[in-house]
């Protein structure tokens, strides 16, 4: 009975997330590039899980980023570990490379920057390494489409000001990622035996 229950409760939380993303479909425009071709190779749904992704991370943080009126847009670099150990050692000062790193177009979080036109507000780039991605998924035990569904899910709240400096905000960041997953069918990718592999990322 009580595996029946919380079975009801995932399909209502995934029902009102798929609904929340409809809902801001129409107002995000969601570029994805493609630099690596070893993405299209290992994942043909990858620019599906890219969006959806995505979409669900800003619909689930729509309160803390965008008002009803505006548009916004992002973009997605599938990129290889070449190309995050460059910008790693640029932006971060770290001579490696990295799952995922983000680049918000503001410096203070979307709210911070009013549209100044009807144009849509920038929210900056989210970049991937393939090498890097597929390691951890193998090491983890995880598909790589839901390795890539949380790295995204995780770059794109960093865009919205989000971050995991402190312990506090780490688990308020760690706790929306598992129900923005939860909500597009992915597991929790903080489950104990994932955990210390986590620590990869940056």
């Known amino acids: 009975m009580i595996h029946l229950e919380r079975k009801g409760r995932d399909v209502e939380r995934r029902g009102r997330a798929e609904m929340t993303?409809?809902?801001?479909?129409?107002?995000?425009?969601?570029?994805?590039?493609?630099?690596?071709?070893?993405?299209?190779?290992?994942?043909?749904?990858?620019?599906?899980?890219?969006?959806?992704?995505?979409?669900?991370?800003?619909?689930?943080?729509?309160?803390?980023?965008?008002?009803?009126?505006?548009?916004?847009?992002?973009?997605?670099?599938?990129g290889d570990d070449t190309m995050l150990r460059r910008l790693n050692r640029q932006w971060r000062g770290k001579d490696r490379p990295t799952n995922v790193l983000s680049f918000p177009a503001h410096d203070e979080g979307p709210r911070a920057a009013a549209p100044q036109s009807d144009a849509p507000l920038p929210l900056g780039d989210v970049v991937l390494a393939f090498g890097t991605i597929a390691d951890e998924a193998v090491a983890q035990g995880k598909t790589l489409a839901d390795h890539l569904a949380h790295l995204v899910v995780h770059g794109v709240l960093h865009l919205l000001g989000l971050d995991h400096e402190a312990a506090a905000a780490a688990a308020r960041m760690e706790a929306l990622e598992v129900a923005v997953l939860a909500g597009i069918g992915v597991a929790d990718p903080y489950v104990a035996t994932a955990r210390p592999k986590q620590a990869r990322h940056g």
Not at 29 to 47: G, V, Y
Not at 61 to 72: E, G, T
């Open 21 to 78: 993303a409809k809902a801001t479909d129409s107002r995000i425009a969601i570029d994805i590039a493609e630099p690596c071709a070893a993405w299209r190779a290992a994942l043909p749904r990858r620019r599906v899980i890219c969006r959806a992704a995505a979409r669900a991370a800003l619909a689930a943080a729509c309160d803390r980023w965008l008002a009803d009126s505006a548009a916004a847009e992002l973009s997605i670099v599938l």
